[in-house]
């Protein structure tokens, strides 16, 4: 299948008006083999990304789409948007704060290309992030080892290349909570990882929280696992063996030494249970929720604004 271009890069763009500038122009330097285009995906942006983007996109040197969702939808949701309109033989997505370096764009796109992979991740030998956010990184990137099907230790990098073939599978997923690296591993284990360099954010701080961490660990353990299913099963099992253990040993007390007693313990044991209990009906109703907003139809994304990359800045 021909391509319009070889290489795309996807940015979300959110809280970035002060660096995306910077990041196109140099990603527009850049001369990979079949050319380049960016495309840009304001995700709901409270600054005045939306107007330094539109600037971009009327003055870009090679071709520059723009897209604007209606409101935040988070970044993985950008992301799958961003892929749906790229026409690259080869995809790479990417941060808009600078940290990933532009300049290891061409690395990480030769070593797909020529290495016949269809995914590469990029690993970081140091990441300049905030202590909290390496460890749920870190953590994160452990569950995942954990509950998918993935090569064991392999970093999950938002700063990725996907061959056309898997960007193709992965956006027929229309459900309201993507995770992509969950999609990607359903599609293919013929993946790669290099070393490249991580800089400090150019700007700001973060735009990660711990509750957008833990909104993204749930869309990886629930979207993509039945492994939590299973553990509230082995969990309530438990239970059960540990209270006909207990009931054994009540019954022996009362033959050989009397009434039991020990309200306490008795309080005990009904608050574990009872804790066991609201634990297994919260992942199902995580599970059946998600389930029903699916089936309701809440969007993945939804574009409010597209401007087009001009076909006479493409470039061959």
């Not at 956010?133 to 954990?146: I, T």
Request: proline share 4%; glycine share 10%.
């Amino acid at each position: 299948m021909q391509h319009p271009v070889g290489l795309s890069i996807v940015v979300p763009v959110y809280r970035g008006a002060a660096t995306v500038g910077r990041l196109v122009e140099a990603l527009s330097a850049l001369q990979p083999a079949g050319g380049i285009e960016i495309v840009l995906v304001n995700d709901g942006s409270p600054d005045d990304s939306g107007d330094v983007c539109r600037a971009l996109a009327a003055s870009a040197s090679v071709p520059l789409t723009y897209l604007e969702h209606a409101r935040n939808f988070g970044e993985h949701n950008a992301v799958m948007t961003g892929l749906r309109h790229a026409r690259g033989a080869y995809v790479i997505t990417m941060d808009d704060d600078l940290q990933n370096p532009p300049e290891e764009v061409l690395r990480i796109y030769d070593h797909a290309r020529l290495g016949g992979w269809d995914v590469v991740y990029t690993r970081y030998a140091k990441k300049e992030h905030e202590g909290w956010r390496n460890l749920g990184s870190r953590f994160a990137n452990k569950v995942a080892d954990w509950l998918l099907d993935k090569p064991r230790g392999l970093y999950l990098s938002s700063f990725r290349c996907m061959s056309a073939m898997v960007v193709a599978e992965v956006t027929k997923y229309r459900g309201p909570y993507p995770y992509v690296d969950g999609l990607i591993m359903q599609v293919t284990q013929r993946i790669a990882s290099i070393e490249v360099a991580h800089y400090p954010r150019a700007e700001g701080r973060s735009n990660y929280t711990l509750k957008r961490l833990a909104l993204l660990w749930l869309n990886l353990a629930t979207n993509f696992s039945v492994v939590p299913l299973r553990i509230a099963v082995f969990a309530g099992a438990a239970m059960g063996v540990l209270g006909l253990l207990a009931a054994l040993g009540v019954t022996l007390e009362a033959i050989f030494w009397g009434t039991p007693s020990g309200w306490a313990s008795t309080l005990v044991v009904y608050l574990l249970l009872a804790g066991v209990q609201f634990m297994i009906l919260g992942v199902m109703g995580e599970y059946v929720g998600r389930a029903f907003l699916s089936a309701n139809g809440k969007p993945q994304g939804v574009v409010r604004e597209l401007i087009a990359a001009r076909d006479s800045e493409r470039v061959s």
